[in-house]
C-alpha cells in the first residue's frame, strides 16, 4: 500500500488540530466570503435571461467526436455543480431532487444567479454552445450512450464483476452480504444489480462516474449526492447531501475532506484510493424527540465516519458512518 497523507491523524483531524483542518478551515472562510458577496448582491433569481459569454467553436475545431463528447459531460457536470450550490442558498435543490445531467442542461438554463455564480454559468452556457456547434461541424451526431471503450479499459472493474461487502446498517450491529453485480457502463453511470443475503432487489444502484448516486428509483441503501468529485486530489474539501435508505429525497447535510491518496490493494484488485473524512448534520431519528447527541431544540444529530473509494470509478470500498440515528449509520467494507 502507499497512500499518501495528510500531516496529521485523523483522530487529530476530528479535533481541529491536525494541518487538514486548517486547510479545511481556510477553505471555508473562502467559502463563507464568496456566499457574503452572493448574499450582498441579492438573494439568487431564476429568470430564462442567462446570456452565454460567447466562445469561438473555432478552439475546438480539431478535436474529435469523443474528445467532444467528453468535454460537453465535463461542461454539464460543472454546471450542476454550480446550481447545487445556488440552490442550497436559494433554497430550492433543483439537483437534489432528482435532475440527473442528462436533462439536467435545460434547467440549468432557467437560472440566474447574482453575483460570481452568474458569471460562472455564462461561461459554461458559452462553452456549451461553441463545443455544440464544433460537434456539429464534424457531423457527430448524439452522443452514444455506452461508456467509451478507452475508459472502461481504465477502470478497475469490468462487466459482470460482483463486489461482496460486509454491510452492517450501524456499526457493531448483525451482519448482512451486499453483493453489486455491475450491469452497464453507460457514458455518465455505472449501473448495478443489488442482492441483500444473496436476494437480488428490484431496483438498481445507479452512481455517476465520480461514485455519487443518481437520483431516482433507488435500492434500500443509504445514498449520497453531490458529494463526490471527478480527480479528487489530497485535502481537497467536498460537500453534498445523504438520502437515508427509504428515502426518495435527501435530508442529511455532510461534509468531508480528502485525507489521504494512493494505490492500495483491496480484496485481491488493485485501486486508486481515495480517503474521505466525513461529518455533518442528520434529522434526529423517526418517532424520537432527540437525545444528548441533537441540539438543544432536537432539531439535528450529528454524524462523522470516513470513506475509502476508488478515484477511477468512484466504485464504494470502504464507509463508516456514526450517527445517533440509525437511518445514517452504516459500516460497509469490501470483502472480494
Not at 478552439?59 to 454546471?79: K, N
Not at 446550481?83 to 439536467?104: K, P
Not at 471503450?149 to 478497475?156: I, K
Request: with cysteine; aromatic share 4%; net charge neutral.
Amino acid at each position: 500500500m502507499q497512500i499518501t497523507r495528510c500531516p496529521d491523524d485523523l483522530t487529530a483531524a476530528r479535533r481541529g488540530r491536525g494541518a487538514c483542518r486548517r486547510l479545511a478551515g481556510t477553505l471555508s472562510v473562502a467559502a463563507l466570503a464568496a456566499l457574503a458577496t452572493l448574499l450582498a448582491t441579492g438573494c439568487a433569481t431564476r429568470a430564462t435571461n442567462v446570456l452565454a459569454k460567447p466562445t469561438d467553436p473555432a478552439a475546438y475545431a480539431s478535436w474529435g467526436c469523443e474528445r467532444l463528447f467528453d468535454e460537453i459531460d465535463t461542461v454539464q457536470y460543472q454546471a450542476a455543480d454550480v446550481a447545487y450550490e445556488v440552490d442550497s442558498v436559494a433554497g430550492a435543490n433543483m439537483v437534489a431532487l432528482g435532475l440527473g445531467v442528462t436533462v439536467f442542461w435545460p434547467a440549468l438554463l432557467a437560472m440566474q444567479p447574482d453575483g460570481p455564480e452568474a458569471a460562472l454559468l455564462a461561461e459554461l452556457k458559452g462553452r456549451f454552445d461553441a463545443l455544440r456547434s464544433a460537434a456539429g461541424a464534424r457531423a457527430c451526431g448524439a452522443s452514444p450512450a455506452a461508456m467509451a471503450a478507452g475508459r472502461q479499459a481504465a477502470l478497475p472493474v469490468v462487466l459482470g464483476d460482483r463486489l461482496v461487502y460486509d454491510d452492517r446498517v450501524r456499526p457493531g450491529g448483525p451482519a448482512r452480504s451486499l453483493a453489486l453485480r455491475l450491469t452497464a457502463l453507460r457514458r455518465d453511470q455505472i449501473e448495478f444489480q443489488v442482492l441483500i443475503d444473496g436476494q437480488p432487489l428490484p431496483a438498481a444502484w445507479r452512481q455517476d462516474l465520480a461514485g455519487n448516486a443518481v437520483p431516482g428509483a433507488a435500492p434500500p441503501l443509504l445514498a449520497w449526492r453531490r458529494l463526490l468529485k471527478p480527480g479528487l486530489v489530497l485535502g481537497q474539501v467536498l460537500s453534498g447531501d445523504l438520502a437515508a435508505a427509504d428515502e426518495p429525497v435527501a435530508s442529511a447535510r455532510l461534509r468531508g475532506q480528502v485525507v489521504a491518496t494512493g494505490p492500495q490493494t483491496v480484496a485481491g484488485r488493485a485501486f486508486d484510493v481515495a480517503v474521505i473524512e466525513l461529518f455533518g448534520e442528520a434529522p434526529p431519528a423517526r418517532n424520537s424527540p432527540g437525545d444528548g447527541a441533537a441540539d438543544g431544540a432536537g432539531h439535528s444529530a450529528r454524524l462523522d465516519g470516513v470513506m475509502a473509494i476508488d478515484r477511477a470509478s468512484g466504485l464504494l470500498l470502504r464507509l463508516d458512518l456514526r450517527c445517533v440515528n440509525p437511518d445514517f449509520a452504516v459500516q460497509r467494507r469490501l470483502l472480494r
